[in-house]
């Protein structure tokens, strides 16, 4: 996740089949934060920003989310906890969850939007053959 670079990494894009999501939005890269079978609890507000993502290399596009959330999961150590994050936490929470559920940010886009970055994803692959 770190030399990708990337913030935030859920089991299912390196294909462990857990429910289990890292995530690390400091600047130090010292501030893991792992989650383990997490729910979202509650949603508040909206927020649009800027996504990518390192299961769609390349593609960045501005996605609406909440912008605060509240969590429930457990840690490394199998004890439950919750937390309420904001800002870039919270987008980051509720992008990775997304993957545990199988989406990826690019199914919050308009079907326009995804048509265009399939043609790009598509162009990318035929350049690296």
Request: proline share 2%; with cysteine; charged share 25%.
């Amino acid at each position: 996740m770190y030399a990708a670079p990337g913030i935030g990494l859920a089991a299912t894009q390196v294909d462990v089949h857990e429910q289990i999501v890292v995530i690390d939005v400091s600047e130090t890269h010292n501030d893991l934060k792992v989650f383990i079978n997490p729910v979202i609890l509650e949603l508040d507000g909206t927020e649009e920003s800027e996504e990518g993502c390192l299961s769609v290399p390349g593609i960045y596009e501005t996605v609406q989310r909440a912008n605060r959330v509240k969590v429930q999961a457990q840690n490394e150590n199998g004890e439950s906890f919750q937390l309420e994050a904001d800002g870039l936490l919270a987008v980051c929470i509720q992008h990775e969850i997304d993957h545990l559920q199988g989406k990826v940010f690019v199914e919050h886009l308009s079907h326009l939007k995804q048509t265009r970055i399939r043609a790009k994803l598509k162009k990318q692959r035929r350049e690296t053959l």
